[in-house]
């Protein structure tokens, strides 16, 4: 007779949504790390026009040149402050899925002790059985000699 866990369909499903809630997180931590790189990227980009518009100013710069940075440096702060909160939302989606992921694993875990426990009790039962049944034997021969 071998170990049958009572419990093991159930398990399997805390497996399933463990796996799907892994699959989650990977891909709103990999949405999150696009969002904050093309941030970044338009922050880098950002200060780097704003140092060349120091620049040109001490140099000295045409007045449309000075209006085209002007112009550009408000794109980019608009296209900035919509990032920043796709950045947000991709961060709290991020952290929602880890949660998530955090509580399906404690879950599964559970389940997989309650398992570990009740094989260790089948493996005790097992072993208490067989020492009954040596025994019985052992009684029979005795008596059958």
Partial sequence: MSFQYTLQKILELKQS????????YKE?????????TELYHLLKKKEDLEDMARNQLQQGTSIKAIQFQETTLSQ??????VLQQQTQEA?????????QLM?????MKK??????????QYK??????????????????YANR
Avoid at 76 to 81: D, P
Avoid at 111 to 120: G, N
Avoid at 124 to 141: P, V, Y
């Fill in 91 to 99: 961060r709290l989606k991020m952290m929602n899925s880890q949660e």
């Fill in 17 to 24: 949504q463990k796996n799907e809630f892994e699959a989650a």
């Fill in 124 to 141: 005790e039962e097992s072993k208490r059985i067989e020492l009954l049944e040596m025994n019985e034997l052992s009684i029979q021969a």
């Fill in 76 to 81: 980019l702060e608009k296209e900035i402050l």
């Fill in 103 to 107: 509580s399906a694993t404690v879950e």
């Fill in 28 to 36: 709103a931590t990999d949405q999150f790390e696009k969002v904050a």
């Fill in 111 to 120: 389940y997989e002790k309650m398992k570990q426990r009740e094989h260790e």
